[in-house]
């Protein structure tokens, strides 16, 4: 027979179940929609980072025809006023021309930044050579060597040349070191590529290695690109240099 202390632990448990079951079932269900919503912002994320890539391209595709175009105005007006009799061999517009001669080549070197133009034709390789070349300022030296002609994934290309250039970048900045050894490989599915320069004390590489992971925007940019094309970066240090490598899929 039950008592009232029985009743009461009955009770409690039908009204505890219910309860229970309803507070799991809304654990479930905002688990899902948190899921749902951060894949969605995840997906929304690459598709910044893709529309970044298709409106340089852009830019840089208009600006080459503008400025294409009013380049050849003022190279047209040039020859005009050198047709002129009296102004043939004028000091003054040799100086002009030499002047566009050196706008356009800055143009083409501000358009070369926006979009790399060989990363048109699929020249993924040749893109790092010219990248190198350009990064190879003062008293550090890029110096780059190749081991296959395999090239990261279409829509990757223009991810994974960003992903180089922005290491260089920081390498530069926070290494200064006098020089650079970029070697690329493949292994199986996946393009390796390794940057190698001499490291500082391990004091100080310690240090380094510390805030570095609190300071700059670009290691972050790194990151979020290798996540975009399932790739991934590992360091290490041996004998006196530090080698980076990016391990891009193909």
């Not at 501000?110 to 190879?136: C, M, Q, T």
């Not at 180089?164 to 006098?178: F, G």
Request: proline fraction near 2%; aromatic fraction near 10%.
């Amino acid at each position: 027979m039950q008592n009232s202390g029985d009743s009461f632990l009955i009770s409690l448990f039908f009204i505890l179940i219910p309860a229970l079951t309803i507070l799991i079932g809304v654990f479930i269900y905002s688990r899902t929609i948190i899921w749902r919503y951060s894949k969605v912002i995840e997906r929304l994320y690459k598709m910044n980072f893709n529309s970044l890539e298709t409106e340089r391209k852009r830019i840089s595709n208009d600006l080459h025809d503008h400025m294409g175009y009013k380049i050849l105005i003022i190279n047209k007006s040039l020859e005009n006023l050198k047709s002129n009799p009296l102004l043939k061999n004028n000091a003054e517009i040799e100086r002009i021309e030499s002047q566009v001669r050196l706008f356009q080549y800055d143009i083409r070197k501000v358009l070369e930044s926006i979009h790399p133009r060989d990363l048109y034709n699929g020249k993924w390789h040749e893109g790092i050579f010219n990248l190198a070349s350009e990064l190879s300022i003062g008293d550090t030296k890029i110096y780059v060597q190749s081991h296959t002609t395999i090239c990261p994934k279409e829509e990757h290309l223009v991810q994974s040349y960003r992903i180089v250039q922005e290491k260089l970048a920081n390498i530069i900045k926070h290494e200064n070191p006098r020089k650079i050894h970029i070697e690329i490989t493949h292994e199986e599915d996946v393009l390796v590529v390794c940057f190698v320069y001499s490291s500082k004390s391990k004091i100080i590489d310690y240090t380094n290695s510390v805030l570095f992971a609190y300071r700059g925007r670009g290691l972050n940019i790194i990151n979020d690109r290798l996540k975009i094309i399932g790739g991934r970066n590992e360091t290490k240090h041996t004998d006196g240099y530090t080698i980076d490598s990016i391990f891009i899929p193909t």
